[in-house]
C-alpha cells in the first residue's frame, strides 16, 4: 500500500486565493481526519469523516474553511478566502475504525502571503 | 475534554543512554494509544501501537507501556543512537478523535 497520499506537498499563495489540499487514504480505511499543525497550537483536529460522513467538524477555525469526502478514497480541505495565519503544514490521516492505528500522510505545507 | 501532556518537553542526552518519555492523559477511557515519531520538516511515523486492553508493546529498541487507572503511558528507547533524535509524540484515542501530546524534543549526541 503507498500509505496516505497527500497533495501537494508545498503550495504558497497570496492572501485572498481559494486554497484546496488533496487526501487520498488507505484503501480499505473507513474513518479520514484532517489536522493542523503550529509551531504555537501543535497537532489540532480540524473534521473527520466516518464511511464518507463528516462527523465532527467542531475543530474547523471559521466559515473560510470546508471539507468533502465525496467517496471512500478521496477528500479535500478548501480554504476561501485564505490568510496568512493559515500558514501551517496540514495533515491527513486515515484509519479503519475500531481496528488498527492512525496512518499519517506527509503532509502539505501552506503558506500564505 | 481530555488533555494529554508529555514529560520533559526536550531532552539532550549522549549516545548509548537508555531513556523514558512519559506521557499522561486524563480521561482513563480511551481506546488506544499510539506512539509516533517526527523528524524536522516531515510526517509523522507511528511507532507502536497499544490497544486499551494491553500493558505493553515492543519493536526493537522500543517498549511502550499503557496504565490506564493512572492514565499514564511510557516510552522506553535502549541504547539511544543519534538516529534517534525528533520529536516524539503521544496520542490517545477517544470517541473516534486522536488527541495529541505536546511531544518531547529529543536530542541524542555522539
Known amino acids: 500500500d503507498a500509505g496516505v497520499i497527500q497533495s501537494p506537498r508545498h503550495e504558497v499563495t497570496e492572501m485572498g486565493q481559494e486554497v484546496t489540499l488533496r487526501c487520498k487514504p488507505i484503501?480499505?480505511?473507513?474513518?479520514l481526519f484532517w489536522y493542523r499543525q503550529t509551531m504555537m497550537r501543535g497537532l489540532e483536529l480540524l473534521i473527520y469523516?466516518?464511511?464518507?460522513?463528516?462527523?465532527?467538524d467542531s475543530g474547523m477555525p471559521e466559515d473560510r474553511f470546508s471539507a468533502k469526502m465525496p467517496n471512500a478514497s478521496f477528500s479535500t480541505l478548501k480554504i476561501q478566502p485564505s490568510e496568512p495565519r493559515d500558514s501551517a503544514v496540514y495533515f491527513c490521516?486515515?484509519?479503519?475504525?475500531?481496528?488498527?492505528?492512525?496512518?499519517f500522510g506527509s503532509g502539505t505545507r501552506l503558506t500564505v502571503v | 475534554k481530555q488533555e494529554v501532556t508529555q514529560i520533559p518537553a526536550a531532552l539532550s542526552v549522549p549516545e548509548g543512554e537508555n531513556l523514558v518519555l512519559n506521557c499522561s492523559f486524563t480521561?482513563?477511557?480511551?481506546?488506544?494509544l499510539q506512539w509516533f515519531r517526527q523528524d524536522p520538516g516531515k510526517g509523522l511515523t507511528s511507532l507502536l501501537l497499544?490497544?486499551?486492553?494491553?500493558r505493553e508493546q515492543t519493536s526493537g529498541r522500543l517498549n511502550a507501556s499503557l496504565d490506564k487507572s493512572s492514565g499514564r503511558s511510557t516510552l522506553y528507547i535502549a541504547a539511544s543512537q543519534p538516529g534517534d533524535s525528533a520529536t516524539y509524540l503521544c496520542?490517545?484515542?477517544?470517541?473516534?478523535?486522536?488527541?495529541f501530546g505536546t511531544g518531547t524534543r529529543l536530542q541524542v549526541f555522539p
Open positions: 490521516a486515515s484509519t479503519r475504525q475500531g481496528a488498527s492505528g492512525y496512518t
Open positions: 484503501s480499505g480505511h473507513n474513518s
Open positions: 469523516f466516518n464511511n464518507n460522513v463528516p462527523i465532527d
Open positions: 480521561d482513563s477511557a480511551i481506546y488506544n
Open positions: 497499544i490497544q486499551s486492553s494491553q
Open positions: 496520542a490517545v484515542v477517544n470517541t473516534d478523535k486522536l488527541i
